[in-house]
């Protein structure tokens, strides 16, 4: 076949309606998953320190499970394994992106609580002790003093997590939900020009991942803690172990 | 005798089994500075957490202003705490808040203070330790000894009824030392009742009501301090001062 | 002079055979060609095509090109490719015709000719029973209806919930899934009512699962499927007519219909 790549075909992928919407979705999706999987993974990982053994035991095996597991076994779980159980999950309320919502957060949440359990133990304990000494209450030395510090050291990571998500959200396909990738396969094998279907998703993705870097960067200045002057200088955020990231 | 403060009765503290503090008391009445000194490992560092109620005892007690406080509920241990006012080795000062929101922290999360009461009451403590320029400047950005000065202005301006102060200059550069023995000794003439353990014996010398040695987990001596330097009693005192000196 | 007539009338009875042997053979359906050829084929469309679990290929049109080889007195071989891969593999020389349950399509045609072998109809599946009384294409109105994505069962049911619309009619909550296993598996789990796919893979999931699935209703228009090779293949083309036509005939093709319950009507 002779080498050659429909300019038009690409520009009419790219600016279709499928793809855009299939992209919003895609977004959507991974932001709220992302969101509500640090939220439970915040708890989870306060949750390793507690004193009460079946909390830690609870956290322990949440986390096993959710990360041993593929996503797509997860999603196909809530979706076809769930009506089995409960036959009320079979019925038209539960859509898939409910469904889809449920499953990555869940499973985002195993991810993000070794993460943000990481970002804590980062913290110096001193700080903790000065807070104590202060007379502080631990809820509050949480939040005014752990949290924001912890936080600087998560958001490269979570960064990460962002974009992994982004490209999860592609098996959602399997429970009838289309999204960007599903949109380009059903392009490409509607008219056999597959790499200017693919090359149109490509740029998608690749966009949305420059804007979260960019995202990204302007959170990490807003917690660099130096006056306004010394602001200019690009700040590093202090290493930390590498938390395990899986293919999954 | 004035009243006392701060007061620990026959304490007893162990960590993973080995004993640190072996029945160890200390009585230290309002506006008396007493100096602990003594090798490293003999639990100074333990008998100060447990004064300034940031560690449980395992026996004997603890008395701030003659009320005990080792059986209390965690919640009520949080309120004495502000009472106690701690300074660091290390410091400790928030790393994500200026020298000015490191001061008002404890006004605002603890005394329930408004942001700008708080901000001037700060500001004030700030100034009298000489740092009022540098109320924006984050940690990162001071020196130690102007970090240590923050962390004292910290704890002052909780108006607490004792201060403690754990090796203040100890993680200091040499020349930096000076200008923290500054502020302290300013607090003794102005009364604050204090515990202090250091190595910086002429300081001990110049500001101690009375000096404690202490060694492997117990007070092997306690004098003031022209007693203390030129005829301490106990042989191990002797040894260590011969040491140090 | 006798005894020549032995030898002549040998001679003659040999030149006779030779003719009428001749004559016969082109009945006989002549390999286009040498020894064998391959099929590009893709697996996942019971009961056309399929693999047991050991990875066997197995079906109507394996069994078929099989049958096609036994007329030409040819090994058929079985190449596995993706669906969306058939027609290039076809185009790049992989294999010297597509034979995978794929429609014959005006768009399909332009590039490739296709020989039609079987005609069959669209069909609704729904639960055994039939408990939400479809009838017919617009009793889906309002119903959960799962069918396989990037088909043309979806392009349909798009175009029948638009036309819903702008009757009035409340619309069908349509899910599409990556194949129709997953779809019709979807009746199974509770969730759909019904699935618009083709009366051979309806057939055969009746027959996987045996009083859970029925067939509701059979859209009167057929659909062929057929055999597409390569237009400058003009031999093949007229040996895979002439091939099809003698199976039908002699009845193979229906013994392999009845084989994999597929109506007979489709290969008539």
Known sequence: ?248 | MNDVVLRAADVRKSYDGLEVLRGVSIEVGRGEVKVIIGPSGSGKSTLLRCLALLEPVDAGDVYLEAEPLSGLRERDLTAHRSEIGMVFQRFNLFQNMTALGNVMCGLTDVRGLKKREAREQALEFLDRIGLGDKANSYPEELSGGQQQRVAIARALVMRPKAMLFDEPTSALDVELVREVLDVMEGLARDGMTMVVVSHELRFAHHVASSILMMDEGQVVEEAPPDRFFSAPSHERTRRFLSLVE | MKHWIGPLSLLALIAALVVVGSAGASHLAKSPVKGSFKYCSDPTFPPMESTTTGGKPVGFDVDMATAIGKVWKVKAKFVQTAFPGLLPALQSKRCNMVISGIFVTPDRVKQFPAVTYMRTHRALVVQAGNPKKIKGPNDLAGKNVAVQAGTKYEEYLKGLNDEFKSSGKSQMNLQSYPGDTDAVGQILVGRADAVLTQDTSGAFQKKQHPGKLAIAYLFPETDAFGIYYRRSDKALGTGLKAAIAKLKKNGTMKKIATKHQIPLTDVK
């Open chain 1, 1 to 248: 076949m002779p080498a050659s790549f429909d300019t038009h075909v690409f520009w009419e992928a790219l600016t279709s309606g499928p793809y855009w919407k299939g992209a919003i979705l895609a977004v959507e999706l991974t932001v709220v998953s992302l969101a509500a999987g640090c939220v439970i993974g915040f708890f989870l990982a306060l949750g390793r320190s507690s004193r009460f053994a079946g909390v830690r035991a609870f956290v322990f095996f949440y986390n096993w499970i959710f990360r041993a597991t593929p996503t797509l076994l997860q999603l196909l779980f809530i979706w076809n394994g769930l009506p089995q159980l409960w036959p009320v999950f079979a019925e038209s309320w539960f859509k898939p992106f409910l469904a889809a919502f449920i499953a990555l957060s869940l499973n985002e949440a195993a991810y993000m609580s070794e993460i943000i359990r990481a970002g804590l133990l980062s913290v110096d304990p001193g700080q903790e002790l000065a807070g104590r000494a202060l007379g502080m209450k631990r809820r509050s030395i949480l939040r005014r003093v752990i949290v924001p510090q912890a936080v600087r050291i998560i958001i490269p990571p979570t960064g990460n997590e962002f974009i992994t998500l982004l490209k999860l959200t592609s098996l959602a396909y399997v429970i009838s939900l289309h999204e960007l990738l599903t949109a380009a396969q059903i392009r490409g094998t509607s008219n056999f020009l597959y790499l200017e279907a693919y090359t149109a998703a490509a740029v998608y993705y690749l966009v949305l991942v420059s804007i979260l870097m960019i995202v990204q960067a302007q959170l990490e200045r807003r917690f660099t803690w130096r006056s306004s002057a010394r602001r200019r200088r690009r700040v590093a955020a202090p290493a930390m172990p590498a938390v395990p990231h899986d293919a999954r």
